[in-house]
């Protein structure tokens, strides 16, 4: 099978053939039509996350399977025996060997999933726009539904950092809650991006002047949790998924009483069937540009750029 393979860490994508992948015991293999590209793979290249190289990245899959048809796979492949997989978190896991990112994922023509419990058919949805649903639509969901029960008519929502997860969100938002929405982002562009998404409103960090009951910040920088934790409402809460590895003080005083702070880790498997039930029943989505396969070098160099507004989806079937 035709693969793009990470050989070292900080080294370019390679293209390779490689032996078709022979499945053993419960393991099934899938044909990849489409994988999308995350800046999680980005960290994988720069060894962020340790080193599982050489490794083929990818793990935003959307295959067909044999007799599951067209199927996206859920990529966070938890140990099966801790206290987090028995309660269905499986994103928590501590032994979880992620595909694409610890394991081989999905930037080739084939990939092997432990079993089928990881394949959630997709339906009639479209295999290359629904890619992206896999880690950044599903991230942006879970993160959004920690603060969904709590948000009513008069709730005011706040999404900081508009690039694709923040643009699911918005989504998402305006769908689950009856909250007002604004987004928060630097960079024009992204802010008018947000508001044919459905934000209410989209404003520059500096133009920020009320409180919110919930914040979901998808950079995740100092000056955004300082944002935050100044923003949010007592009471209220802040979800950081930005991997920007920023902080802020935390204790009595120094944040909103009863506000709460929390992480939001990718979804558990539950959620990745909810979101494509949900995804079936509306329109949400990102815009996806298509690349082929041989191009995932060029497709890591420009979400590295920046130049992304959506998400890129390699071509994997089509090439
Ligand atoms: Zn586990
Ligand atoms: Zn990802």
Redesign the pocket.
Known sequence: MKAMILPAVGAKLEAAERPDPSPKGEEEVIDVIAC?V????LHVVDGDYGDATPIILG??IVGEHKTLGPVMVYAPWGCGDCPECAKGQQQICSNAKEAGLVVDGGYAEKVVVPNTSYLAPIGSLDPYSSAPLA??GL?AYRAVSHGIPDLGKRSKAAVIGAGGLGQFAIQYLRHLSDAEVTVIDIDENKRKEALGRGAHAAVAPDEVDTKFDFIVDFVGATPTLELASTRVTKGGCVVVVGLFGGSIPFGFGRVPHEARFLSSVWGSPKQMVELLDFAAKTDISVPVERMPLSQAQAAHDKLRSGAVSGRIVLDIAGE
Request: with cysteine; aromatic share 0%; hydrophobic share 0%.
């Open positions: 999308g995350c800046h999680s793979d793990h935003e880690c950044g991230t």
